[in-house]
């Protein structure tokens, strides 16, 4: 550690404890001080600190020692008493007051960031007036009684030269009771060294006289006396480059120009006496005291025997010492002697003496609870120390002690206390305690707010110096001393803590503290009148999601009220208030995509493009051309931007939330735009929009009309919303260039209750862009909010009505596609895809005007009607014929054909390709992209199995399921028609039989028989250019009268949709031998003529070819009566088996009795009829699959009403074998016995076959046909009823 | 802690993530799948070494931080602590477990190398193999780094296979 | 009673802070468990005078204010739990197993795979230490 004379500590005692002068003048001398500007004290004032004296000087044991510094401070003997507190206290506040007034100036630039390793010295940081107060808080203490060091050394007598009979003046200036109370109440000896000064003013004339009286005032009081001549310049225009009085005048009156009459010998004059009279006078004459007190105070106390003495005296006087301030201490009492030796002991810098003297005293000021006495004595004590610089403990437990002895003895002492911590802190910070330092401060401050709020503020700055600094500790003071200062209405000096303390909590993310923070910074800013900087505070506070509701309003109020006072309103830039959701934003412009719907719009970009693909000529030359088509009209750089197209809308969606509870409100939403136009740089950028944003009605209308007028090269929407607490919502913003150039968006501007303009610049954010080039371009370059403005295309608008939004699968109805095209200029060549042709086909232009349905149903004459051409099959793309030119307000209407097909949810995707008329725009061609979903409810669910009819070849059973999945709707099942002439379809029963009513309600199911013949020449397989041209077979199954209205399913859009169907299924697999079928249904309830309910099916038939060469059938009686009581009843039954084989077969029949043992059969027996059953499953593109596998097909015909026990028996021989020659058929009579009534499944028996092959030569050509093999029976359910 | 996961789900688990962030989400991004697993194992040493240090006294040091790692989390874990545990005194950490559980039933197939004839595919299947390993040992490299930077100890962990069961991870602490 | 808890992450960042008072001291309170982080990171960072033992995750009596305790417990994952309490008779012992609770609480909570580290959700019940 450094000399400590030359710590701060150091420096402040050694300019604090020194000796005093008491100063006795006339007033004829302050009256030619005066003249200056400053009284005696002040002029010599400067003159009293000697740095670089050498003055031999001896302990009180002989040591000699030099010292080179030095100081005296003079008083008046008027101000030799304790301070009034009151006065003390003003003091410091008007030293606090202008302080403050001084740092308002810095107070509107932000404090100095404070660098928390903080490197430097405190000074950085610290306020400059923290020594001043603190020394003033010294100051206040001075003159206690109970201390030495503030006693007078001497006297200096001061006398003009004016005055009548100099002498006698000099005697009574000091015998007349003017004297302090301390000399006369024998606090201290009041004989001490006198100082006799004449002081003679030159401007009264020359010295002689003063020369005179001086003579005889040596003869008089003896050698010490001086002569002072000032004022010796005559003109009053002396300048001091560096006035020596800056320091010690705080009441001069500015303005005038101190020591204006003091010339340079003046000066040297006045610095030669004083340092004679501390050199020769004064010093010599405390050494002497010292020696004197020393050696009466050893003769009394050193030794062991005085020690004992003094000890039992002081028992012995203890009774009688009044406890409250301990007994009374002459000046001539041992105690105060040893105190004064040790103050002139420190005075004088000779420590050791000093440190023993006070050691000794503190005992007895103890024991004689002398508290005041004993805290003063300990506190020198622990400076003594540190001068010393040696057991720091020691020293801090001394200031400790003094401290709280000095709290103890209650608020009298307040003021020592205060000073005896300040020094204690001093201490304490020179040995780099700052923490304890800090503590010291805390505890310093009393109630007294003014002080404590400094004080605090300085324990703050303790803990910030603090290694490592406590910068939690630092900002809590901080913010108490803004608190205290707010008490006592120092405005300024609040701002500045919480200011700095903001420092500490900025990047912090205790939010709550902050808050508090910021919002008592606005409100003082507020008091101040500062107002813009009050705002731009509260504004840190106003998205304070987490506070309570309560506080959220509050802080929103203040804010708006603030702002109010203002009279302007704030331009906010990032505010927080309503949060947006960058990650959301969207911009959505049409260059050559239009679209027709803002949800055709948000759909996914891949989608338009594979639609697109095969419209556009080919994308990648249509780019090219078109940016070299630009590349002529614009400047090259913007080659990369996006195209928006003059007079359309570029729409930005943008999300905002509002983070508090309470409702704000929010005006006058719109985007920042600027445009270049290319022509002229016309640069129209968001501050003169700034001007019309002010008002709060802004509704797009409006807007622009204004901004047209104001001849403004763009429009813009506004929006206008209120959000609910922490409501979202979503918000389409709109900006419209009228010419052409480079449009940028560059941010979204809105107003918060009228108040505040808030700003958000969109560039550094990442947005995902709604277009195939800006999605492009988005990874590429940042500007993907730039815009190269065209001139206004055509723009060609659509939609389909009436589109339905549900409909039940199967559904068919006539929709019309309207184009319309507003612009004069025309487009031609349309082309249009589809993205679900199976839902959506195209109709021809005559188609527009027939009624549906009835144009669907069968003419005799078919010349009107549409025959479909595969070709709009077979590629995607529907060309528009060539003459189809959209302009002006005439639209173009064109039929669609709509089928649901599937149920589910179903997208439609309509992308429309046109080009432009006139080749000089910069875009050729558009597209229009339309996006319809719709819901298709499941409507009929349709299964079909066909199994070969047992006794005919060419024909098959069919058996139709519908079950009405639907809820509510009924449908009436109108015909069954069978696609491709191949195929003749013809009902099993009459209608009426198994379904009498023609309608089928919800729930309900139906199941009917058909039988399919096939008509072509039985082996020759034919190809499938018969479904080209459709001719179909039709059953009627609707009621009577709705039988010779069928429906031509060969004809458009049937046909069209059917062969879709093939289409699709052509992908799955492919046989010649499928049959279709197209069942009309129409629903009841909804009016019958728009929609008709259509379901395709298209079955694959068994091949005939591979299945066994026998066929058989059993006929017989289906139902009969029998009285089974008389007896059980005989049923006979005929088998017919029909050899289709060209050998002769031998076919023996098996007939079990009980269905369980036709175990040892199976194997071959599945072998051929996986081979019958391989050729049939249903492919029916209704929703569910029934795929029968079981081995035994017939099984799942069987109603689930029978129950196939056989309670009968085959009462003919159980086997029986005939042989069949070659395309020839057998009868085998058959005969069962039932015995009880019931229904009876004949089917359990077999038939086992074997080719005889004529001498055993293999055919070769039938090589692959098996030679022998098993049958299961077929099912043949009879029914026996009971006979009554 | 009471609860405890049947090892065999954690295994399966383990596989599962592995082969997800591998094969689905990052088929062709190798890297990019052993960053998010790793990702994950972080997330997961961090909750679990908030758990596992409740009561005990804080770790002095670098060393006892390991340590602990190597013991009581490890057995925490796997139920057994790691077996060698090595450090130049500069900052990294050589973690051996010789029978690491959840390589236990991780084996490259030997055929898969035994088979073919030319050692050029043998070598492909054995890198591959090998790399799938590592990519499993992204997860408790992760684990370990999740909980050393809880415990305020920012790291780098990178693990290897010697032989199969064996594994060894590297800790390298950033200083 | 317990007059506020805070669980401080390891950066000095409130995790969590609830109050238990019915006068809206909140702030005085957030200063207190704010200024207390400096004594805890005094007494982690030089722990010759750190709690009853060297090391502990419980750091025992923070700082007594006028009319606060302030207890402080440190885990091993640099996350400070403090206690404010008003009553001045609390035996370490209760507040130890207090805290013990509590950093279990907030264990838990932190186990829970969708907790982003954070402004943490808790639902968690205190009970008078």
Avoid at chain 1, 462 to 471: E, G, I, Q, V
Avoid at chain 1, 1119 to 1140: A, G, K, P, Q, V
């Amino acid at each position: 550690m450094a000399d400590p004379a030359n710590t701060p500590l150091g420096q402040m005692l050694l300019d604090e404890i020194t000796p005093v002068v008491m100063v006795l003048g006339t007033p004829l001398v302050e009256e030619a001080c005066l003249k200056n500007g400053i009284n005696f004290v002040q002029m010599l004032s400067p003159f009293c600190a000697f740095n670089n004296i050498d003055v031999p000087v001896r302990t009180a044991s002989d040591q000699p020692y030099r010292l080179q510094k030095f100081k005296l401070r003079l008083f008046y003997a008027s101000d030799i008493r304790q301070p009034n507190l009151e006065v003390a206290r003003e003091r410091l506040k008007q030293l606090i007051i202008q302080a403050g007034e001084k740092d308002l100036s810095e107070l509107s630039s932000d404090p100095p960031p404070t660098n928390y390793e903080h490197n430097g010295s405190e000074s950085e940081n610290l306020p400059s007036w923290f020594q001043f107060f603190n020394k003033e808080l010294v100051r206040s203490a001075s003159f206690s009684d109970h201390e030495a060091f503030d006693h007078p050394v001497a006297c200096l007598l001061v006398v003009s030269s004016k005055d009548e009979q100099p002498i006698n003046q000099f005697v009574d200036l000091f015998n007349n009771n003017k004297l302090p109370s301390l000399l006369n109440d024998g606090a201290m000896d009041p004989k001490i060294l006198k100082h006799y000064l004449l002081v003679h003013d030159n401007q009264d004339g020359s010295t002689e006289k003063s020369a005179r009286i001086l003579t005889e005032m040596r003869s008089t009081f003896g050698s010490d006396c001086q002569l002072l001549c000032i004022n010796s310049s005559e003109d009053g225009l002396v300048e001091h480059h560096d006035d020596p009085w800056a320091l010690y005048k705080s009441d001069a009156s500015p303005g005038q120009n101190v020591g204006c009459f003091l010339n340079v010998d003046d000066l040297n004059e006045m610095k030669d006496i004083m340092q004679d009279l501390s050199t020769k006078h004064i010093i010599p004459y405390m050494e002497q005291k010292i020696r004197v007190l020393n050696q009466q105070v050893s003769a009394t106390r050193k030794g062991f025997r005085n020690q004992i003495k003094n000890l039992w005296w002081r028992k012995g006087k203890d009774e009688v010492a009044d406890l409250s301030n301990g007994p009374m201490y002459t000046f001539s009492s041992i105690e105060s002697q040893i105190r004064a030796l040790g103050d002139y002991a420190f005075m004088l810098r000779d420590y050791e003496l000093a440190l023993s003297n006070y050691r000794l005293i503190s005992t007895d000021y103890k024991l004689d609870k002398a508290w005041k006495r004993y805290a003063g004595v300990q506190e020198m004590t622990g400076l003594t120390y540190f001068m010393l610089d040696q057991s720091r403990k020691e020293a801090e437990y001394c200031m400790e002690n003094a401290f709280n002895t000095y709290l103890k003895i209650g608020p009298s002492s307040q003021q020592n206390a205060t000073r005896c911590g300040l020094w204690w802190v001093e201490m304490l910070k020179t040995r780099d305690q700052f923490k304890e330092a800090a503590m010291v401060y805390f505890r310093v401050c009393g109630e007294e707010t003014l002080n404590s709020a400094v004080m605090l503020e300085q324990a703050a700055y303790c803990y910030l110096l603090s290694k490592p600094p406590m910068l939690h500790k630092y900002g809590f003071h901080l913010v108490l001393s803004g608190e205290r200062y707010k008490k006592s209405d120092q405005i300024k000096h609040a701002i500045r803590t919480y200011k700095s303390a903001i420092s500490v909590y900025k990047e912090t993310r205790w939010s709550h503290i902050k808050d508090h923070v910021h919002f008592n910074i606005g409100q003082w800013y507020a008091n101040l009148g500062r107002y813009d900087l009050a705002a731009s505070h509260i504004l840190e506070v106003l998205a304070c999601s987490h506070q309570s509701k309560a506080t959220q309003d509050i802080f929103l109020r203040h804010f708006l009220q603030i702002v109010q006072k203002t009279g302007k309103t704030f331009e906010v830039p990032k505010l927080q208030l309503p949060e947006i959701n960058i990650s959301f934003l969207k911009v959505i412009f049409e260059d050559h995509r239009t679209y027709a719907s803002a949800t055709a719009a948000s759909v996914k970009e891949s989608i338009w493009r594979s639609l697109e693909e095969d419209l556009v000529p080919s994308l990648s030359t249509a780019r090219t051309n078109w940016l070299e088509l630009h590349s002529r009209v614009l400047p090259t750089k913007y080659k990369e931007s996006n195209v928006c197209v003059a007079g359309e809308a570029v729409r930005v969606d943008i999300e905002f939330k509002n983070p508090l509870q309470i409702p704000i409100s929010v005006s006058g939403v719109s985007l920042i735009c600027e445009l270049f136009g290319s022509s002229d740089e016309t640069k129209s950028d968001g501050n003169n929009l700034a001007g019309e944003f002010q008002n709060d009605d802004g509704s797009v209308e409006t807007t622009s009309g204004e901004m047209s007028n104001k001849s403004s090269s763009f429009s813009l929407s506004k929006v206008d919303f209120s959000l609910e607490g922490g409501e979202t919502i979503m918000v389409q913003l709109t900006v419209t260039p009228t010419i052409e150039g480079i449009l940028q968006i560059i941010g979204v501007r809105w107003n918060l209750s009228g108040a505040v303009v808030g700003f958000h610049n969109f560039e550094s954010n990442p947005i995902k862009k709604r277009s195939s080039e800006g999605r492009q371009r988005a990874n590429r370059s940042g500007d993907n909010l730039k815009f190269v403005v065209i001139k206004s295309l055509p723009k060609v608008e659509g939609f389909i009505r009436p589109l339905p939004t549900s409909a039940y699968a199967g559904d068919v109805r006539q929709l019309v596609l309207e184009l319309r095209n507003h612009s004069e200029c025309a487009v031609k060549n349309l082309k249009m895809k589809v993205s679900h042709p199976r839902f959506l086909n195209i109709g021809s232009r005559e188609s527009l005007n027939v009624e549906f349905p009835a144009c669907l149903e069968k003419k005799r004459s078919e010349h009107n009607n549409v025959r479909h051409n595969p070709s709009n099959m077979s590629q995607p793309v529907f060309l528009f014929p060539e003459d189809t030119i959209i302009k002006g307000e005439s639209p173009l209407l064109w039929p669609l054909w709509f089928r649901a097909a599937v149920p589910g949810n179903i997208f439609l995707y309509i992308t429309i390709y046109y080009e432009i008329e006139d080749t000089s725009s910069a875009m050729r061609y558009r597209t229009l992209c339309m996006h319809y979903n719709l819901q298709v409810l499941p409507s009929l669910d349709i299964s079909f199995q066909v199994s070969p009819c047992p006794s005919k070849l060419q024909e098959f059973l069919v058996q139709m399921d519908i079950i009405n999945k639907t809820s509510t709707e009924s449908f009436q099942v109108h015909q069954l028609s069978s696609v491709g002439e191949k195929w003749a379809i013809s009902l099993r029963q009459p209608v009426n039989t198994d379904f009498p009513s023609q309608c089928l309600m919800a729930g309900q199911s139906l199941s009917c028989f058909f039988m399919l013949k096939d008509q072509r020449r039985s082996g020759t397989s034919e190809d499938k250019t018969s479904l080209s041209q459709q001719v179909g077979s039709v059953v009627g199954l609707g009621p009577q009268g709705t039988i010779e209205s069928l429906f031509d399913t060969s004809s458009s859009p049937l046909a069209d949709f059917h062969s879709r169907e093939r289409m699709l299924e052509e992908s799955s697999h492919q046989s010649d031998s499928t049959v279709d079928f197209i069942l009309i249904s129409r629903p009841l309830k909804s009016d019958p003529d728009s929609v008709l309910d259509v379901d395709i099916f298209s079955l694959l038939g068994c091949s005939i070819a591979s299945t066994s060469p026998i066929s058989w059938h059993v006929d017989g009686p289906r139902t009969l009566y029998h009285n089974f009581s008389s007896s059980f009843c005989e049923i006979r039954l005929s088998m017919t088996i029909y050899n289709s084989s060209n050998s002769i077969a031998s076919v023996r029949i098996n007939t079990v009795d009980s269905s369980g043992n036709l175990s040892e059969s199976t194997s071959p027996q599945s072998a051929t009829s996986s081979g019958n059953q391989v050729g049939w499953h249903d492919v029916s593109l209704v929703t569910d699959i029934k795929v029968t596998s079981d081995v035994l097909g017939t099984r799942s015909i069987k109603p689930p009403s029978l129950d196939s026990v056989s309670s009968f028996v085959w009462s003919a021989a159980s086997s029986t074998r005939v042989q069949i020659k070659p395309m020839s058929m057998a009868k085998i009579p058959l005969q069962i016995c039932a015995f009880s009534p019931g229904t009876y499944d004949l089917s359990n028996y077999m038939l086992h076959w074997n080719l005889l092959l004529p001498d055993g030569e293999v055919n070769l050509d039938e090589g692959t046909r098996q030679s022998a093999g098993t049958c299961q029976g077929y099912p043949y359910y009879l029914t026996v009823l009971q006979s009554t | 802690m009471g609860r405890e996961v049947s090892e065999s789900c954690v295994d399966s688990l383990l596989t599962e993530l592995v082969s997800t962030y591998s094969t689905r989400f990052y088929a062709n991004k190798p890297d990019l799948a052993a960053h998010s697993i790793e990702a994950i194992g972080y997330q997961v040493g961090l909750q679990l070494s908030e758990r596992y240090t409740m009561d005990r006294p804080r770790f002095s040091d670098h060393l006892e931080a390991i340590k602990f790692i190597c013991k009581d989390f490890w057995s925490e874990l796997f139920k057994k602590q790691i077996d060698n545990l090595k450090t130049n005194h500069r900052g990294t950490f050589v973690l051996q477990d010789s029978r690491f559980r959840w390589l236990s039933r991780v084996s490259i197939d030997p055929s898969e190398n035994g088979d073919v004839s030319e050692d050029n595919p043998a070598g492909v299947a054995e890198n591959k193999a090998s790399l799938v390993t590592k990519m499993h040992l992204n997860f408790p490299c992760g684990i370990i780094r999740g909980a050393l930077s809880n415990l305020g100890i920012p790291c780098a962990v990178s693990a290897d296979i010697s032989n199969l069961p064996a594994c060894s991870f590297v800790v390298r602490i950033k200083v | 009673m317990i007059v506020c808890v805070a669980v401080v992450g390891h950066q000095n960042n409130p995790l969590y802070i609830e109050s238990f008072t019915d006068a809206d001291d909140a702030l005085k309170l957030h200063h207190i468990v704010h200024c207390s982080l400096d004594v805890v990171d005094e007494q982690v960072n030089n722990p010759k005078k750190s709690g009853p033992t060297l090391n502990e995750t419980f750091l025992g009596l923070l700082y007594p204010t006028e009319n606060y305790k302030v207890y402080g417990y440190f885990t091993n994952t640099k996350v400070k739990f403090i206690l404010v309490t008003t009553d001045l008779d609390v035996r370490d012992t209760d507040v130890r197993n207090f805290f013990r609770r509590f950093h279990a609480a907030y264990v838990d909570a932190v186990s829970n795979p969708f907790h982003v580290p954070g402004k943490k959700i808790t639902s968690k019940t205190f009970e008078k230490g």
